[in-house]
């Protein structure tokens, strides 16, 4: 009969919870269905100034799409823009495109 070590253990299940989070980190972000349409929002005036407006959008979860409301975001710097993210299809999936600050 062999003795299995403790540590050996330790490892393989730790080995296998590493497996099993990447799988869901995969699936989460590659969903099979595309997200429901956007859900208007009422933008509120700017609390300041150097801030823009950063929209809602579809977050995928284990769950399904979640909706993030939008918020304001202070400016990097003057002249900036934000470019909202959106979800791509690719390869029969979607895939979310983060926004980012441009100019």
């Given at each position: ?72 975001a202070?400016l ?28």
């Amino acid at each position: 009969m062999t003795k299995i070590n403790s540590t050996h253990m330790i490892f393989a299940l730790g080995l296998l919870f590493g497996l099993a989070c990447s799988d869901a980190a995969q699936a989460q972000q590659y969903p099979m269905q595309p997200p429901p349409p956007m859900q208007s929002e009422i933008i509120p005036p700017p609390p300041g100034p150097m801030m823009a407006w950063q929209p809602g959008y579809w977050r995928w979860t284990p769950y399904g799409y979640n909706w993030v409301p939008g918020h304001y975001a202070r400016l990097q710097r003057p002249g900036m823009m934000w470019i909202p993210g959106h979800w791509a299809e690719r390869h029969h999936r979607f895939e979310w495109i983060p926004g980012h600050w441009q100019g």
